[in-house]
């Protein structure tokens, strides 16, 4: 597609369900992040992939949270066990290559909502 | 580790008038520096970048940055500010080593544009 895809858009659960997000980058664009948003803050960084591999994960909060990309595209963030604390914007970027010289390109956002 | 300081959380300003968003940041090392704009329903689109060389750089609609080593600053300016500016703006920094993809951002300033 023309531009990064987040779906879904908006997905409400239930503290200790299990939820998963999905981001489809832009065609070619090796390089694939995922950053949580908090309500009055900046993008936090979760992780990065690098084609199929998880060159940095060192963001991730705790092990509940869990992404792949099994074909070096398609990302799916996995969150288990959800808690309110979970509660934000999941913004997905990718970027032609892996370096921070070079732009991330942002979907839209997954807005998670755990009651 | 690099981090980014937002002073304002919002600003509103009139259509027409000049505009000056503060971003301070802390790194040890001449960083990589961004600025990025969210509207309401769009992902993040990067405005303009800093890597090396003029300390003043040009970017997307109308939006200039200067970086400031002393200060350690880069603050973003518009010379006339139109209504659709209003949006909410990240400065972020980027380390300037290959390949390490923990770029930081801001928490945001939030600019309403008076009519």
């Known amino acids: 597609g023309a531009g990064v895809s987040q779906t879904p858009s908006n997905k409400v659960t239930e503290k200790g369900k299990y939820v998963e997000l999905r981001c489809d980058p832009i065609s070619g664009h090796t390089a694939l992040y995922w950053y949580r948003q908090s309500l009055g803050q900046g993008p936090e960084f979760l992780i990065y992939?690098?084609?199929?591999?998880?060159?940095?994960d060192s963001g991730l909060p705790n092990d509940r949270f869990f992404a792949v990309r099994p074909e070096g595209s398609v990302s799916t963030l996995k969150i288990q066990r959800t808690e309110r604390g979970d509660s934000a914007v999941y913004l997905c970027?990718?970027?032609?290559?892996?370096?921070?010289?070079?732009?991330?390109?942002f979907g839209e956002g997954s807005r998670l909502t755990v009651l | 580790a690099q981090s980014v300081t937002q002073p304002d959380i919002h600003i509103t300003v009139s259509e027409g008038a000049s505009l000056e968003l503060r971003c301070n940041y802390s790194?040890?090392?001449?960083?990589?520096l961004f600025w990025y704009v969210q509207s309401p329903g769009q992902g993040l689109q990067l405005l303009l970048k800093?890597?090396?060389?003029?300390?003043l750089v040009q970017g997307i609609k109308g939006f200039e940055a200067e970086f400031k080593r002393s200060q350690s600053s880069f603050n973003l300016r518009k010379p006339s500010v139109h209504w659709s500016d209003a949006a909410e703006y990240f400065c972020a920094v980027g380390p300037s080593t290959y390949n390490n993809n923990d770029m930081r951002f801001g928490a945001g300033t939030r600019l309403t544009v008076k009519p």
């Open positions: 970027a990718s970027s032609p290559t892996g370096t921070t010289t070079g732009e991330l390109f």
């Open positions: 800093y890597f090396s060389g003029d300390t």
């Open positions: 790194y040890g090392a001449t960083p990589y």
């Open positions: 992939f690098q084609g199929t591999g998880a060159a940095d």
